[in-house]
């Protein structure tokens, strides 16, 4: 496979994939768009290691193959770096109560009636 040329991969250093969505004047591969910049490095580590399945999906969209092809390989790309990406995605707290120690959401009643069992 030819080496892609320069200003149509993605804009992820060293990605070898071929950008494909646009966000704010940048273009990313299927594989980084969406995905936090603190786990690019990661996923483009990914991608050199799954060379041949790069090289089928950068041959699909070089040859113009249909959707179904296209999708396909870049999907199975996505399933293989998805879970790196998530590593680095923070999960949100807003709503947790597990382990809460002070102030909670609970209705007044609720301490009004715990005192009254405890007198």
Request: with cysteine.
């Amino acid at each position: 496979m030819s080496e892609p040329a320069q200003g149509e991969l993605c804009a992820a250093h060293g990605c070898p994939m071929l950008a494909a969505i646009g966000v704010a004047g940048r273009y990313w591969c299927c594989c980084h768009w969406h995905e936090p910049a603190a786990a690019f490095d990661a996923i483009t580590a990914v991608l050199h290691r799954q060379k041949l399945l790069v090289d089928a999906a950068l041959l699909a969209r070089r040859s113009y193959a249909d959707y179904l092809a296209v999708r396909s390989t870049e999907d199975a790309l996505i399933e293989r770096t998805h879970e790196v990406g998530q590593q680095y995605a923070l999960k949100p707290t807003r709503g947790a109560r597990g382990g809460v120690i002070g102030p909670t959401t609970e209705p007044a009643h609720h301490y009004a009636s715990a005192e009254s069992d405890n007198q």
